[in-house]
């Protein structure tokens, strides 16, 4: 199973230091930046699992790069700061944080709260799915054969597929945009990028042993974007009417009267 990700937002080197050592100890996959612009484009790159926020950042404060990252995402944020007033506290846990820790704090506490953050998180999710031949488990990032006595072919989930899959399957039953569900699963920069997006749905089905010439409970709407639809409850795009010979036998005597009223007239 991978690491948890983090993202860490930290620009005093010591306390940077100490987060990362902690965290990294702790059983999380840590990454550090030290100012909010290479915050966010960090957090569109590799998409942590939760962020850790200093307010105090050079340029733009930590509640700044809060109210951007709202923007586009959900994930928990665990602001630490020095600021210690209730209402520094409100004000940070209003804009958008999870959780809120006071400097200086114990190494083992932040961990706990990262940790407390992740768990509630995924509690307030339908965490597996039965799809197909397969049970999804979104918190584990697992496939596993739905039969025991069967056992089908795996394909690999990336990353990002996850995160996809995991978009749709927390909203049952909702069309979704595609530019929202690539900011969800990849990140801002993508945005526009339709066809990015078919492949990795496509990838997707692959890999939940859909067939090509199927969609699945993973609807494509034309025009739209996509929905997870496992009762089958949006309905499908008219078809258009196939063209039959006695659609073409009058469109045959339409051009034959109109030429004939042609060369009467001429």
């Not at 209730?86 to 200086?104: N, Q, S, V």
């Not at 509690?123 to 069967?150: E, F, K």
């Not at 530019?179 to 939940?208: K, T």
């Amino acid at each position: 199973m991978q690491k948890p990700r983090l993202l860490v937002v930290e620009d005093e080197p010591a306390f940077a230091r100490l987060i990362h050592l902690a965290l990294s100890r702790a059983g999380f996959d840590v990454h550090t930046v030290t100012n909010g612009e290479d915050a966010l484009d960090l957090a569109a790159e590799i998409h942590p699992d939760a962020v850790i926020l200093d307010l105090g950042l050079p340029g733009a404060d930590g509640l700044s790069v809060l109210d951007e990252l709202r923007e586009w995402s959900d994930l928990p944020v665990v602001v630490v700061s020095g600021a210690t007033t209730a209402f520094e506290i409100r004000r940070g846990l209003d804009r958008g944080a999870d959780d809120y820790l006071t400097k200086p704090f114990a190494p083992d506490e932040l961990a706990a709260r990262v940790r407390a953050v992740l768990r509630r998180r995924h509690h307030s999710r339908g965490r597996r799915h039965r799809i197909g031949s397969w049970v999804v488990d979104l918190d584990r990032r697992t496939l596993t054969p739905a039969d025991p006595n069967v056992n089908p072919v795996a394909h690999a989930i990336g990353r990002g597929g996850w995160r996809l899959l995991e978009k749709l399957l927390d909203n049952p039953g909702r069309i979704l945009y595609r530019d929202e569900l690539l900011d969800a699963a990849f990140g801002p920069s993508y945005r526009g990028d339709s066809g990015f997006l078919q492949e990795q749905v496509r990838r997707l089905r692959r890999a939940l042993d859909i067939p090509p010439w199927a969609e699945g409970p993973i609807r494509t709407i034309h025009g739209v974007g996509y929905a997870y639809d496992e009762a089958g409850e949006i309905p499908a795009g008219r078809p258009r009417r196939p063209r039959t010979d006695a659609d073409g036998a009058a469109a045959g005597d339409s051009v034959g009267a109109r030429d004939q009223l042609v060369r009467r007239t001429v």
